[in-house]
């Protein structure tokens, strides 16, 4: 069930559906290891997602700017290695959507909770902009806003679920993005929270 939204970007509905379990395990493990936390800004704010990362670089950002680091500034250790589902299906999912070869080396892990947002940005910290990015959606839903290559470009509202997959690519890799404040809910399998897992290919 495969819902072109753009060019060269595309919904997978329930594509994680069959294999929740096995994520949801791995989701946890790596939670243990590397704590989510809510990071710093640039400019003195906070996210309102609480994040951690797994695979060989993660996303972090702090009052010096965004950037991708091997060791996770809270433990000062390194990620913990993508587990096995995470890679099979974003490597299955991008494949699924016309990409070929997806190698991630990072996946960076946003939780939501109720009334979390994200602002509408572009995904620019990568040196490598050839590949896709895939983004799982796990637990309550949320509306993403796609929007174009520029901050005032139209914007197209996309129903996220539990199990459902974007992907992203090639002309449309650079577009603006945002996800609007998550509604009040409990999710049976996560509970009040919505997790994104996303991954991408931070290195050239
Ligand atoms: C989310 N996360 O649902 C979104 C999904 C982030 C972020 O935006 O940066 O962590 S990622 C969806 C995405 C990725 C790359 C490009 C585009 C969308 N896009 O061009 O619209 O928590
Ligand atoms: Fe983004």
Excluded at 54 to 71: L, N, Q, T
Excluded at 106 to 113: F, V
Excluded at 135 to 149: E, H, R, V, Y
């Amino acid at each position: 069930n495969t819902v072109q939204i753009a060019p060269e970007a595309f919904l997978l509905k329930g594509f994680l559906l069959g294999q929740s379990e096995a994520l949801l395990q791995s989701l946890s493990n790596v939670i243990a290891a590397n704590p989510l936390r809510h990071m710093a800004t640039p400019n003195g704010y906070q996210m309102s997602a609480a994040m951690t990362n797994c695979g060989e670089w993660g996303w972090v950002s702090d009052e010096k700017g965004y950037r991708y680091s091997r060791r996770d500034p809270v433990t000062n250790e390194l990620w913990q290695p993508m587990p096995i589902p995470f890679v099979q299906l974003a490597i299955s999912a991008a494949s699924t959507a016309g990409f070929d070869h997806f190698i991630p080396d990072a996946c960076l892990i946003n939780r939501y909770a109720v009334s979390a947002a994200m602002s509408l940005h572009q995904d620019k910290d990568e040196a490598n902009f050839t590949q896709p990015i895939v983004s799982f959606s796990l637990g309550l839903p949320a509306t993403f806003d796609f929007g174009g290559a520029t901050r005032d470009a139209p914007k197209v509202a996309v129903y996220l679920e539990h199990g459902d997959v974007l992907v992203w690519g090639g002309q449309s890799r650079l577009n603006y993005h945002g996800v609007r404040r998550i509604k009040p809910g409990v999710h049976p399998l996560l509970g009040p929270y919505r997790y994104n897992l996303t991954f991408r290919r931070s290195q050239p």
